[in-house]
């Protein structure tokens, strides 16, 4: 049984800062990519950051300068810092890690998500 978890989401002022987690969890051999998405309401799910095994890192336009993506694989967890925050940055948050599970079984797994609003 494999978890995949979000934390870290709330209500932020514009121009703030906030750190997401995501953390996998259960019967896992290995992690391969992580990735951050975010759904806006009415909008399609996109893709914001990619982190490898290795570490290397990929940002879409629209985060890159912004957000930075980390992984701590001692805790199988992955971080998304995010500043500068903009009310467009306004959306449900989402990770999914492509992992390897004990029984060599491989397949993406999604967290439930978690909510970040920037507002005054």
């Known amino acids: 049984q494999v978890q995949v978890v979000e934390s870290g989401g709330g209500l932020v002022q514009p121009g703030g800062s906030l750190r997401l987690s995501c953390e996998a969890s259960g019967s896992i051999f290995t992690i391969y990519d992580i990735q951050w998405y975010r759904q806006a309401p009415g909008k399609q799910r996109e893709l914001i950051a990619t982190i490898t095994s290795g570490g290397s890192t990929n940002y879409e336009a629209y985060v890159k300068g912004r957000f930075t993506i980390s992984r701590d694989n001692a805790k199988n967890t992955v971080y998304l810092q995010m500043s500068s925050l903009k009310p467009e940055d306004t959306a449900v948050y989402y990770c999914?890690?492509?992992?390897?599970?004990?029984?060599?079984?491989?397949?993406?797994?999604w967290g439930q998500g978690t909510q970040v609003t920037v507002s005054s």
């Open positions: 999914n890690a492509d992992l390897r599970d004990t029984l060599w079984a491989r397949r993406v797994y």
